[in-house]
């Protein structure tokens, strides 16, 4: 080899070398050790609460209908809407949300529709 082959060939490597050299190792710190780490306990979904008889998909009442609600109100029981309506509803539909029991009652009047939506047995809202 030559003398500029050589110094082609020896700041090739100087390069490399620079380049290999910016890399730079990091220190990890160490996981915790097992008895620092504490376990997040699972959320545990509080159970639906509610009284009282409930809407039966068929639109019948599961128990002796209330005669505590005067009026159609926010509040008021599945069962309680059946009595004050005077007739069973055109459509139940029953289900779990994530607050617990949800119910829709369809009622049909002259010229109109009626949806009720129930949360725990309780008149949550309405659209006539």
Do not use: W
């Amino acid at each position: 080899m030559t003398l500029p082959d050589l110094r082609t060939l020896a700041s090739g490597t100087l390069f490399a070398a620079a380049l290999l050299g910016a890399c730079t190792v990091t220190e990890r710190t160490p996981p915790p050790a097992p008895s620092e780490i504490v376990p997040i306990p699972p959320r545990v979904a509080a159970a639906p609460t509610f009284t009282g008889p409930v809407l039966a998909p068929d639109g019948s009442c599961t128990g002796p209908v209330p005669t505590s609600a005067a009026a159609i109100e926010l509040g008021i029981g599945e069962c309680d809407l059946v009595r004050l309506k005077g007739r069973p509803p055109v459509d139940v539909l029953v289900g779990e949300g994530r607050a617990g029991r949800e119910v829709q009652v369809l009622y049909t009047e002259p010229g109109a529709k009626e949806l009720y939506f129930f949360v725990n047995n309780k008149l949550d809202r309405f659209v006539k």
